[in-house]
């Protein structure tokens, strides 16, 4: 593991860079062992995480200390967290459908029972507001992004990339494979809470 400052009031604490379930966990850990400390809010993500903290009750030089010590004993990870299961009403008409499935030597239809026969975890929320990385596909699905984004990608889209899935949330650019649709909405402002998917939540695509 690695640790840098990021920032004047947070810390930036890597682990081994690949997309990896235990990986995700221990990072997981880390930000939990962190706040349960004290020190402050703790954001992970696949295999990093910021650890932030209040200059005004914690020094630089003991939250430095702090965060090393993680790094150079990380907590041992319990587990994903258990989540809930959320279904995903899709229509699988994505523009993007049709190549993913010939560049992964299978049909339309074999892609999507594919894509529709696991549920998925949600590892954590980024990029914008309510958009959860969630995986793992099945291997069998070679979808890397597209070389060119597209300038709008509508909300509720279902893409994949990379051995991920996820719901785009809001109207957005975006270069992930689009093979399908939903009508449930993954972020609403008005409500409470705003997103729907939750870190440690588990995915199941349901075909409409």
């Given amino acids: 593991m690695s640790v840098r400052p990021f920032g004047d009031r947070a810390f930036l604490i890597e682990l081994e860079q690949r997309i990896d379930p235990a990986i995700i966990d221990g990072a997981r850990a880390i930000a939990d062992a962190w706040e349960q400390q004290g020190l402050g809010e703790a954001i992970p993500a696949?295999?990093?995480?910021?650890?932030?903290?209040?200059?005004?009750?914690?020094?630089?030089?003991?939250?430095?200390?702090?965060?090393?010590?993680?790094?150079a004993a990380p907590p041992k990870a319990t587990g994903p967290v258990a989540g809930r299961l959320i279904e995903v009403p899709t229509v699988y008409d994505g523009p993007d459908l049709a190549d993913t499935a010939a560049r992964s030597g299978l049909s339309p239809d074999e892609l999507v029972a594919l894509h529709g026969a696991r549920e998925y975890r949600a590892f954590f929320l980024?990029?914008?507001?309510?958009?959860?990385?969630?995986?793992?596909?099945?291997?069998?699905?070679?979808?890397?992004?597209?070389?060119?984004?597209?300038?709008?990608?509508?909300?509720?889209?279902?893409?994949?990339?990379?051995?991920?899935?996820?719901?785009y949330p809001v109207d957005s650019p975006g270069g992930w494979r689009l093979i399908g649709r939903t009508d449930l909405a993954t972020f609403d402002p008005t409500r409470d809470p705003p997103a729907l998917i939750r870190a440690g939540d588990r995915l199941r695509f349901v075909r409409r």
């Fill in 46 to 71: 696949y295999a990093s995480i910021v650890v932030a903290f209040d200059p005004g009750r914690t020094s630089w030089t003991d939250a430095a200390a702090a965060a090393t010590a993680l790094a």
């Fill in 126 to 167: 980024g990029f914008m507001p309510g958009l959860a990385y969630c995986g793992m596909l099945d291997p069998r699905i070679d979808a890397p992004r597209l070389a060119a984004p597209r300038e709008r990608v509508p909300a509720g889209s279902v893409a994949i990339a990379n051995g991920q899935t996820i719901v």
